[in-house]
């Protein structure tokens, strides 16, 4: 996703401070919590290094295989661990859209040249499945986003909570790389 060198550091600071929010979140709760927040983790970190603007670093033409395969085994852990239900059809969703981004961005899938930086044929040639994934990712965002507009009042006033244990900060971390996604689909 390497478009303007603004949005692209800008997408790149967020993704990756949602990442090490995920890391620290990671480290309490229940063995699935844990689950969730390294695999959301991998997502902000893969998102954040997809992100990086080209005039930084142009990454070496066997990166987007190294993404897809990593991307791929992440969506294949998924849909096992979706047989359980819960946050993971989202992730096995979000992995497949990552290694979607990564064949389309790959050297080749353009016409000769890095196709995050100019015309993506790979994504043109795909426009369904683009499609689909900015409506997916739209309609989440809604959704996550309606869930953080608070109900009730929260806890008493002072009451401190560590910060793993703040159930709506993921949910914004959520919202966060869903917009990112969002923007990271719509630039292919």
């Given at each position: 996703m390497h478009?303007?060198?603004?949005?692209g550091w800008m997408l790149m600071a967020v993704c990756a401070a949602t990442g090490a929010y995920c890391l620290l979140r990671a480290r309490a709760g229940t063995c699935e919590e844990r689950r969730i927040a390294h695999a959301e983790a991998l997502m902000g970190f893969g998102m954040a290094a997809m992100a990086v603007p080209a005039a930084l670093l142009t990454p070496p033409a066997g990166a987007w295989a190294v993404y897809a395969v990593l991307f791929?085994?992440?969506a294949l852990r998924s849909a096992w661990a979706a047989r359980?239900?819960?946050?993971?059809?989202?992730?096995?969703?979000?992995?497949?859209?990552m290694v979607h981004m990564a064949?389309?961005?790959a050297p080749g899938a353009g016409a000769g040249h890095h196709a995050g930086h100019g015309a993506n044929a790979a994504g043109a040639s795909l426009p369904l499945l683009t499609g689909l994934l900015l409506l997916y990712y739209a309609l989440y965002v809604l959704g996550?986003?309606?869930r953080l507009i608070p109900?009730?009042?929260g806890g008493r006033p002072g009451t401190r909570v560590a910060v793993g244990a703040r159930p709506e900060l993921a949910l914004a971390?959520?919202?966060t790389m869903g917009l990112a996604?969002?923007?990271m689909l719509a630039g292919l």
């Open positions: 478009g303007p060198a603004l949005s791929g085994g992440a359980r239900g819960g946050h993971h059809l989202h992730h096995l969703v979000g992995s497949l859209a064949v389309a961005m996550a986003a309606g109900v009730a009042p971390c959520r919202v996604m969002l923007a």
